[in-house]
């Protein structure tokens, strides 16, 4: 019984398909089942219910599946107290983050963790999906270390490490009738066509909660991945966007107003997985990001 077999059984079980693995674990869909139909041979068991369209655990394989991840995790960690040993980190460090954070300069935190450990190689994902999907994949063990807008009400299984937080503007055309306020409450957006992130997005997630407290149900007309953006597309659809404050603020034919009324504010943090002590590599990233952040109100 190999690592290597653990782990791309442990990869088709989370994911319930082999081509979806094989695209996680950088692998040949053939090397991925080879491997896992090796391992059922060496357990004399099924570990997976296979049909032509689905892919589903058997009992076996429901009952195998935390003791492979156990073996899997002592391995790991074995490998990280080898490091520790020997004062040189070494391995891979996988960070999650958002298409664009201001509030993190994510390029030069790790370039400073590279001066520090050179034999740690680091894979950034940036996720079209927001926090949400962030979250999981850190829950899920796809990565090490993820910087989310999540609150600690929806951090389930995470332990966040908050290192910023964000207030939200309102963006409106020039000509809106609103545009003259010096601040504007959300209840007066109620028949608008918003700009929004889409669902997943903390910041998404946050507003839709916000307006649904007032009994109002927002109507998303453009979803968009990037917050930058959100000032381009309410002045061509003449709508609005309610989005935390970032830089630059606005753009030519709109304006960008404070919120008024009691709105929560955006956290953004390092998230890792809750009931462990995160892995050295993990630690020596999160030691060093305090010289990297900054907490001055925007995104």
Known sequence: MELRQLRYFITVAEELSFTRA?????????TVSAAVRALEEELQVSLFDRSTRTVALSSAGEVFLPEAKSV???AERAREVVGEASRTLRGSLRVGTMTRITALDLPRLVGAFRQRHPLVDIRIQVSG?????????VRRG???????????AEAHDL????????PYVVILPTEHPL???ERIALKDLAHENFVSGASGFGSRAAMDRAFGELGITRRVSVEITDIASAASYVRAIGGAAVVPRYEPVGAAGVV??????PVPSLALSFAVRAGREPSPAVAALLKLS?????????F
């Open 129 to 137: 999906s927001g926090a949400g999907g962030i979250a999981e994949d």
């Open 22 to 30: 094989a695209a996680l674990l950088f692998a040949a869909q053939s």
């Open 159 to 166: 332990d966040l490490r908050q290192f910023a937080t964000i």
């Open 142 to 152: 796809r990565l090490d270390v993820g910087v989310v807008a999540l609150p600690a």
């Open 72 to 74: 899997v995790g002592a």
């Open 290 to 298: 305090p010289n990297y952040t900054r907490d001055d109100g925007t």
């Open 256 to 261: 960008v107003k404070p919120v008024s009324g």
């Open 179 to 181: 545009a003259q306020r």
